[in-house]
């Protein structure tokens, strides 16, 4: 039996529609990467072939969950999906999502997912304990993830809320970069677009339901420490940030928005206005006081981020509204197109999940579509017509429309973000990092923050630990913040690794130890240790980065960011201050503080050797590169 984990991995080959399972790797294996993201990379290093690209047959999508994952742990509903980038061609991609997907799957006795090949015909996965089907899901084909959910819960039968379906919309199926994969309404993984992938793979749905529970090696001790770490989840310790589980607490996004706006990170107008960020935000706080907000709860969670809003007034009356915990998806949808009606951010919001489109990608698209106009670089002869002034919401969703059936002048708009931008002569007012979105906020007044962004392994994404930069330093000046993101991205992805929310983790207080011990008697490893767990979490930045090198990065993609993002604000607490400057010597100081090569980006040899990773590395090609 194996403890904390389930004990099997679940393999679907789409090509001949046949699956088996498979034991979990040597423990060995398991100690190294634990799981979630360092495992699922492991395999993906393993197993992907060389050349190849994302979306292709042969490259596996792999969906991961972690040893903590459906246990008591706090908010252990984590599950990460990874592939090959659909958005940069040398990456790796990692998409977090939460609800009850992942505990399903536990409890029906699979700690993750590996499907290869691709199906001729639409189809959907049903894993309800020992039975797996792979189904015909044409019917399903060309809904939105809203209907797709109810209509497979219908099909399924039983109690439907003991089944979790993780589906694509009309944009995965278009293949369309930005595609995410969603789950139980209020949650999503799409960084990568990892529903162009299911896309590729003409896999609508996974739908889940297990009746089981995850075995613990130490169970009263394993009780006992979690109830501690539960007890920390919204304890501030004095000089302290307050834990972000505490601040979006039960919908908190909708109360304490204007720390966003105050910090002056709100994406408003493809960040090009500070007041009308302070506005946006004061707006949709407003208007949430009025309406009715139910908070929703992912599996185990008492923090309960991700919410419900019911509107009671205006046009939109009736409408509710599924919403994650976070203040990305309304910012990227309606901000950065300089929507300011909170009824249409809501509306606008739930048409990018209902077609399964991140927020991050489309904001970043849009935004740099919507400025354009604005300045005149494109005009309504390009557009066929649509008037693309700031805030046109009726303008926003035909071109959304455009974009999913690739016609007009959205379908010009559904390849490389870089590419589109180059070809409307608006290159410069992309916001994108190698080529993709950022976790859509205005980053620029927290250089911290910011540069996490651009030295993330599969992207831009959350790899970092954001209330430990808030150091007794500027903001906006380099100070030890190059060292600093390294060691908080340790943690972060050993956190990463285990398979809960990353809510339940930043800034609470003893989190390390606590996570340590819980894993250690989930799992029965009396020896695993908190520097054993941090040095987890720094194989996993080294894993990101050799797949990466292997599949032809260069230190130049290194720079590769928006210039929008490395410019100056014009307004707010950073406004006349650009980061710029110091950039290339923030990179040279990362790679140092990593164990890097400064000139090629490459784990040298001895970090290799040090973290125990050359199998890995010669597989991946690595050791012509990473000199000594």
Request: negative net charge.
């Amino acid at each position: 039996m194996a403890y904390g984990y389930a004990d099997r991995i679940l393999r679907v080959d789409l090509n001949t529609h046949r699956t088996w399972t498979e034991p979990l790797p040597p423990l060995e294996i398991l100690r190294k990467y634990v799981g979630g993201t360092g495992l699922a990379l492991y395999y993906l290093a393993k197993e992907t072939p060389r050349g190849a690209k994302a979306g292709d047959p042969e490259v596996p999508l792999i969906i991961m969950t972690g040893p903590l994952a459906g246990t008591r742990a706090p908010s252990s509903s984590n599950y990460v999906v990874v592939s090959l980038h659909y958005d940069i061609p040398y990456a790796p991609s990692a998409g977090h999502s939460h609800g009850f997907w992942a505990a399903f799957l536990k409890h029906a006795g699979y700690e993750g997912i590996i499907i290869s090949g691709a199906s001729e015909k639409p189809v959907y996965l049903v894993i309800d304990d020992d039975r797996v089907e792979i189904r015909d899901a044409q019917a399903f084909w060309g809904k939105g993830t809203r209907e797709t959910e109810r209509l497979i819960k219908r099909e399924l039968g039983g109690e439907e809320d003991k089944i979790s379906v993780a589906c694509i919309g009309q944009a995965g199926e278009a293949r369309l970069h930005g595609a995410m994969i969603k789950n139980d309404r209020n949650h999503g993984a799409g960084k990568g677009s990892p529903g162009a992938i299911m896309g590729c793979k003409k896999l609508k749905a996974i739908a889940v339901r297990g009746t089981g529970e995850v075995a613990i090696a130490q169970k009263m001790t394993f009780l006992d420490t979690v109830a501690q770490w539960e007890a920390n989840l919204f304890v501030t310790e004095e000089g302290h940030s307050p834990p972000l589980g505490a601040l979006w607490h039960n919908g908190g996004m909708t109360r304490e928005h204007k720390v966003m706006s105050e910090k002056g990170i709100t994406a408003v107008k493809n960040l090009t206005d500070y007041d009308f960020g302070r506005a946006f935000s004061q707006g949709y706080m407003d208007a949430c006081k009025e309406w009715i907000v139910t908070p929703k709860p992912s599996y185990n969670c008492e923090i309960a981020c991700s919410y419900d809003v019911k509107i009671t007034s205006g046009p939109f009356t009736g409408f509710t509204a599924s919403m994650c915990g976070g203040g990305e998806p309304f910012e990227g949808a309606a901000g950065m197109v300089g929507v300011m009606d909170p009824g249409q951010m809501l509306a606008l919001t739930d048409l990018y999940d209902d077609i399964g489109m991140e927020s991050g990608h489309g904001g970043s698209l849009m935004g740099m579509v919507f400025e354009a106009y604005n300045r005149g670089i494109i005009t309504k002869k390009d557009t066929g017509g649509l008037d693309l002034t700031w805030g046109n919401y009726e303008a926003f969703t035909e071109l959304v429309q455009q974009m999913i059936e690739r016609r007009d002048f959205g379908g010009k708009l559904t390849g490389d973000m870089k590419d589109v931008a180059r070809a409307l002569g608006a290159e410069d007012l992309l916001v994108h990092v190698k080529g993709a979105s950022i976790n859509m906020h205005d980053w620029r007044p927290m250089w911290g923050a910011l540069f996490g962004q651009i030295i993330s392994g599969t992207g831009a994404c959350h790899q970092i630990e954001y209330p430990q930069l808030a150091f007794d330093e500027s903001d906006t000046n380099v100070g030890k913040k190059p060292e600093k993101v390294f060691e908080t991205q340790k943690e972060k992805l050993w956190e990463d690794n285990l398979g809960v929310c990353m809510f339940a983790c930043q800034a609470v207080r003893d989190v390390v130890p606590l996570a340590t011990k819980s894993l250690a008697t989930a799992t029965g490893w009396n020896d695993f240790t908190e520097e054993e767990a941090l040095r987890v979490g720094e194989r996993t930045i080294n894993l990101m980065r050799l797949i990466a090198v292997g599949r032809g990065f260069k230190k130049s993609d290194e720079l590769d960011v928006g210039k929008r993002l490395l410019e100056a604000p014009t307004g707010g607490p950073a406004a006349g201050i650009a980061m710029a400057p110091h950039l290339e010597a923030m990179v040279d100081r990362y790679y140092a503080a990593a164990g890097w090569d400064l000139n090629t980006g490459c784990p040298t040899q001895a970090t290799i050797k040090r973290l125990g990773m050359e199998e890995v590395a010669d597989r991946l090609g690595i050791a012509r590169i990473a000199g000594t």
